[in-house]
């Protein structure tokens, strides 16, 4: 019994029952079914290398940077998450390239049950893509029929505003991140509209990479701009910011005040503690595995993972959803009324 005596009980080509064999992600559901009949019908055994070497139980976990520590607690949220539900995580850092997240997505397609995508760099039409190919969900990030999980940080940088604006702050700037950031350009969008709506002026600089060594020209942009407030893309490049404005006898929050985004771990040790957009950033990992693990027969979360559960019932019915998490503004020492202003801080 050769392959091509089962592509000729499928109606298929052998190309295409290798492929379902040794890659079942790349073939749609009915035809992978009907091939997988017809050779338990003939009785036949794919060779070894036609069986592929998939990793049972293995979750691909693929974030732009591991050194940045807003990902620590995405990846902590889903090994949580997957080591409840007997998985393993395979985690996967593509170094801010797009070009590394697509071959490295290629490669291991076949051999994970499923990947979650955090802060992808890739366009949608690739990431939906790769959703052809295997099970997918996207954090921070919202691709037509692709599953999602966002955190609600266009509405945070809008409080963060109006909190500047209640501090008698008129003109702000607005430190952008990666070009290839989905939340970047959002997060400009609701800035943008806030500002009208509270009669205030925004601009924008950048973009910068979401490090810290970033923070030294962004501040330099937001001297020079005359601004006397500041929102960062990330809490990275607002400490960043920080120290340089140290440098240059920039007094913060007197001469200029800065909000971060993320609340990252450090940031309230910072000289002044940073002022910045909390992120439910551990929940928003073990709800995209959750979600994740929901598609792929993932079983029943447990009891320790009881918040992540709540929230993907609600789309447990519609796979193709969103959950939005929501954020707040934790205020701390980097922000204060306005330079010529009397005002109490909010």
């Known amino acids: 019994m050769t392959i091509r005596d089962v592509a000729r009980a499928a109606a298929v080509a052998p190309s295409t029952v290798s492929r379902a064999l040794a890659r079942p992600g790349r073939v749609n559901a009915a035809t992978r079914t009907r091939i997988e009949a017809a050779a338990r019908a003939l009785g036949?055994?794919?060779?070894?290398?036609?069986?592929?070497?998939?990793?049972?139980?293995?979750?691909?976990?693929?974030?732009?940077?591991?050194?940045?520590?807003?990902?620590?607690?995405?990846?902590?949220?889903?090994?949580?998450?997957?080591?409840?539900?007997?998985?393993?995580?395979?985690?996967?850092?593509?170094?801010?390239?797009?070009?590394?997240?697509?071959?490295?997505?290629?490669?291991?397609?076949?051999?994970?049950?499923?990947?979650?995508?955090?802060?992808?760099?890739?366009?949608?039409?690739?990431i939906a893509r790769f959703a052809g190919l295997l099970p997918v969900v996207v954090l921070n990030r919202r691709v037509p029929s692709v599953s999602s999980v966002l955190i609600d940080t266009p509405g945070g940088v809008g409080r963060a505003l109006e909190h500047l604006v209640s501090l008698g702050h008129r003109h702000v700037l607005y430190v952008g991140g990666p070009e290839t950031s989905w939340s970047n350009e959002r997060r400009w969008r609701a800035l943008a509209a806030a500002a009208a709506r509270l009669r205030v002026r925004v601009d924008t600089a950048g973009p910068f990479a979401p490090v810290v060594d970033s923070g030294a020209a962004a501040a330099d942009a937001a001297v020079t701009a005359g601004v006397t407030a500041c929102i960062a893309f990330n809490d990275l490049i607002a400490i960043g910011m920080l120290r340089r404005l140290r440098e240059r006898s920039v007094r913060v929050p007197v001469d200029m005040s800065v909000v971060g985004c993320d609340d990252i771990f450090g940031a309230d040790f910072c000289d002044p503690p940073l002022t910045t957009m909390t992120s439910p950033i551990e929940q928003a990992g073990r709800v995209a595995v959750t979600m994740l693990l929901r598609r792929i027969g993932g079983g029943v979360p447990t009891d320790a993972d009881a918040a992540a559960a709540v929230v993907a019932d609600a789309v447990a019915e519609h796979p193709t959803d969103s959950v939005a998490l929501p954020t707040h503004l934790t205020v701390r020492g980097s922000t204060g009324p306005a330079p010529g202003t009397e005002r109490s801080p909010a």
């Open 44 to 126: 036949y055994t794919a060779p070894r290398s036609e069986r592929g070497t998939r990793d049972v139980g293995a979750v691909a976990v693929v974030v732009p940077d591991v050194t940045n520590p807003f990902f620590f607690d995405v990846i902590r949220g889903a090994q949580h998450r997957l080591a409840a539900a007997g998985r393993t995580q395979l985690l996967v850092d593509t170094e801010e390239s797009a070009g590394t997240e697509a071959a490295t997505l290629g490669a291991i397609a076949s051999r994970v049950d499923g990947a979650v995508l955090a802060a992808s760099r890739l366009s949608d039409g690739e």
